[in-house]
C-alpha cells in the first residue's frame, strides 16, 4: 500500500483566512480524493484529482471554496479559503490502489476561530 | 442514489466474544467491496477486501458477501479491546467509494 503523508497535521486558523493542506504520496498514483470528516461524523467527499485535469466536485462543494491542484502523480493540495468557524474538520488525503481499495493519510485537523 | 447503510451502534461485545457487523447497498452493480477500522482521532485503515460472493478469512477477521441480498458483513471472532472502533463499510463500482456512516464497536473487558 501507498505511504500518503499529509501537512500540516493540525492547525488553528482565524475565520476569513485560507490554509493549503500538502498531501505527498510515496508512489505515482492517477486517482486521488480529498474527504472532510466533521466531528463524529463519516466520510463526505470533497473532489477527485487526476493529474493533468481539472478537479472533480461533488455536490456542495465548489472550487472557489476549495481550489485543488495536482501538478505530479504524487503530489496535491487543498485550499480551505474563505473559512468559517464551519470549516473545522479532519481533511483526509486519499488514493486509490490497484483493485479499487483507497488508502487514506494521516489527516489534518483544523480549527477555525 | 448510491447508498451504503449501517448500524451506527455502539455495538458493545465482551471480550473473546464474536463481533457481527453488517452492511447493506444499493447500487446491485458494485464491484468490490470493503471494510475500514477507524480508531478515535486516527484515519481509517483498510482492514479487508472482499469481490466475490462468500467468505473471505484474514486472521480474525471474516468478511461475507451476498450480491443477492447486497449485503456485507464482518465477523471478528476472539473480540479485544483494541479493536474497539468505528468499522466503515465502502462499496464501489467505479471510483471513488461510497462509505457507509461506520458503526461503532466496543469490547467490553
Known amino acids: 500500500s501507498a505511504v500518503i503523508s499529509q501537512k500540516p497535521s493540525r492547525d488553528i486558523c482565524q475565520r476569513g483566512t485560507s490554509l493549503t493542506i500538502q498531501c505527498q504520496v510515496d508512489?505515482?498514483?492517477?486517482?486521488m480524493f480529498w474527504y472532510r470528516q466533521q466531528p463524529g461524523q463519516s466520510l463526505t467527499l470533497i473532489a477527485t484529482?487526476?493529474?493533468?485535469?481539472?478537479?472533480?466536485?461533488e455536490s456542495g462543494f465548489v472550487i472557489d471554496k476549495f481550489p485543488i491542484s495536482r501538478p505530479n502523480l504524487t503530489f496535491s493540495t487543498l485550499t480551505v479559503s474563505n473559512m468559517s468557524p464551519e470549516d473545522s474538520s479532519i481533511y483526509l488525503c486519499?488514493?486509490?490502489?490497484?483493485?479499487?481499495?483507497?488508502?487514506f493519510g494521516p489527516g489534518t485537523r483544523l480549527t477555525v476561530t | 442514489q448510491k447508498e451504503v447503510e449501517q448500524n451506527s451502534g455502539p455495538l458493545s461485545v465482551p471480550e473473546g466474544a464474536i463481533a457481527s457487523l453488517n452492511c447493506t447497498y444499493s447500487?446491485?452493480?458494485?464491484?468490490?467491496f470493503f471494510w475500514y477500522r477507524q480508531y478515535s482521532g486516527k484515519s481509517p485503515e483498510l482492514i479487508m477486501s472482499?469481490?466475490?460472493?462468500g467468505d473471505k478469512e484474514d486472521g480474525r477477521f471474516t468478511a461475507q458477501l451476498n450480491k443477492a441480498s447486497q449485503y456485507v458483513s464482518l465477523l471478528i471472532r476472539d473480540s479485544q479491546p483494541s479493536d474497539s472502533a468505528t468499522y466503515l463499510c465502502?462499496?464501489?463500482?467505479?471510483?471513488?467509494?461510497?462509505f457507509g456512516k461506520g458503526t461503532r464497536l466496543s469490547v467490553i473487558a
Open positions: 486519499s488514493v486509490a490502489g490497484t483493485s479499487y481499495e483507497q488508502y
Open positions: 508512489s505515482q498514483v492517477t486517482m
Open positions: 484529482a487526476n493529474q493533468g485535469s481539472e478537479a472533480t466536485y
Open positions: 447500487d446491485r452493480g458494485s464491484q468490490s
Open positions: 472482499i469481490y466475490s460472493n
Open positions: 465502502a462499496v464501489n463500482r467505479d471510483t471513488p467509494l461510497v
